[in-house]
């Protein structure tokens, strides 16, 4: 079952566009969307969201075409805050708490706490993780089945990025709940994610679970002598130094059976596979 499926969605921008891209995000559980900068990743969210009209394709949320209804049961978290920069966070709950249905006040003031977030400033004067704090607190308090977040963690300081991962793993203890969301950091996604979608230019590399990639992707290691033209094709992505060279494999590793100590092999980060796929 899939909380979110997108076929063959294209939309064409200035000078940039979307190419017939194709995911599903998978229900009950979380999906980590990467790509280099300018790759799409936030105009596709905003399609999911239907705040931008795709050209072709279909987008089906729950199911259905995006309306109000569906988008009630969303939590959504932009990478910037689109609220009245003159409001407290009092006065914007009392605009978007009578907007949902299922707004609950209890778990508004438990992640207000949480969170740390002033009541009587106003938010023009919030930082910037304070802001994202403060789009996190809307989109969680009326306890939304789908989370969508557009790299929720940028302008986080490291204790409360850890603080918001492990956040993120309480609330996929309801096993209805579905979160996606972009980001930068990779090294989020190496201890949460179920699945990754990874864009580049408007079009899919893969969408893979966590799983496949681990058992998929290695780096391997070794020494330049060895690294004839040959072995060098094998490769997705080579880096070579004065001190050897470094590359993702995605073959058999049987192939290094005869180079004994000479190679070091190990499993490859969501890191390593965007620098050595992306430097292609
Ligand atoms: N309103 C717009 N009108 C025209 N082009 C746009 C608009 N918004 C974004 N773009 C272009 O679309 C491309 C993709 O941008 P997008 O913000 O979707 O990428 P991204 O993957 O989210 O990037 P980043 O990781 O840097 O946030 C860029 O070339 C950008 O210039």
Same mark, same amino acid.
């Given at each position: 079952?899939?909380?979110?499926?997108?076929?063959?969605?294209?939309?064409?921008?200035?000078?940039?566009?979307?190419?017939?891209?194709?995911?599903?995000?998978?229900?009950?559980? !979380?999906?980590?969307?990467?790509?280099p900068n300018g790759s799409g990743k936030t105009?596709?969210?905003?399609?999911?969201?239907?705040?931008?009209?795709?050209?072709?394709?279909?987008?089906?949320?729950?199911?259905?075409?995006?309306?109000?209804?569906?988008?009630?049961?969303?939590?959504?978290?932009?990478?910037?805050?689109?609220?009245?920069?003159?409001?407290? !966070?009092?006065?914007?709950?009392?605009?978007?708490?009578?907007?949902?249905?299922?707004?609950?006040?209890?778990l508004f003031w438990k992640y207000q706490s949480?969170?740390?977030?002033?009541?009587?400033?106003?938010?023009?004067?919030?930082?910037?993780?304070?802001?994202?704090?403060?789009?996190?607190?809307?989109?969680?308090?009326?306890?939304?089945?789908?989370?969508?977040?557009?790299?929720?963690?940028?302008?986080?300081?490291?204790?409360?990025?850890?603080?918001?991962?492990?956040?993120?793993?309480?609330?996929?203890?309801?096993?209805?709940?579905?979160?996606?969301?972009?980001?930068?950091?990779?090294?989020?996604?190496?201890?949460?994610?179920?699945?990754?979608?990874?864009?580049?230019?408007?079009?899919?590399?893969?969408?893979?679970?966590?799983?496949? !990639?681990?058992?998929?992707?290695?780096?391997?290691?070794?020494?330049?002598?060895?690294?004839?033209?040959?072995?060098?094709?094998?490769?997705?992505?080579?880096?070579?130094?004065?001190?050897?060279?470094?590359?993702?494999?995605?073959?058999?590793?049987?192939?290094?059976?005869?180079?004994?100590?000479?190679?070091? !092999?190990?499993?490859?980060?969501?890191?390593?596979?965007?620098?050595?796929?992306?430097?292609?």
């Open positions: 079952m899939n909380t979110v499926e997108m076929k063959q969605v294209s939309k064409k921008m200035d000078d940039f566009s979307i190419n017939k891209l194709s995911f599903t995000v998978p229900k009950g559980y !979380i999906t980590g969307f990467i790509g105009s596709t969210i905003r399609m999911m969201m239907d705040v931008w009209k795709a050209d072709q394709g279909e987008i089906k949320v729950f199911g259905q075409d995006m309306d109000t209804k569906a988008k009630q049961r969303i939590g959504f978290v932009y990478d910037d805050l689109y609220m009245y920069e003159n409001f407290t !966070i009092d006065k914007m709950r009392s605009f978007i708490a009578p907007l949902y249905d299922t707004w609950d006040p209890t949480k969170f740390g977030l002033p009541t009587t400033k106003k938010l023009k004067k919030f930082s910037k993780g304070m802001k994202m704090k403060c789009s996190l607190l809307f989109a969680l308090s009326h306890n939304p089945e789908f989370i969508i977040m557009d790299e929720p963690t940028a302008g986080l300081d490291p204790v409360f990025r850890r603080e918001l991962i492990d956040l993120l793993q309480e609330l996929m203890t309801d096993e209805n709940r579905t979160i996606f969301f972009s980001t930068h950091i990779t090294t989020d996604l190496d201890q949460i994610a179920d699945y990754i979608v990874f864009i580049k230019n408007g079009g899919i590399v893969f969408q893979k679970s966590m799983e496949e !990639i681990k058992e998929t992707f290695h780096i391997v290691k070794g020494k330049n002598e060895d690294l004839d033209p040959d072995i060098q094709k094998m490769f997705e992505g080579i880096r070579q130094t004065d001190q050897g060279f470094s590359g993702l494999f995605t073959g058999n590793l049987s192939l290094f059976d005869g180079f004994e100590d000479r190679v070091l !092999i190990e499993k490859a980060t969501l890191e390593d596979i965007m620098y050595f796929m992306l430097k292609r």
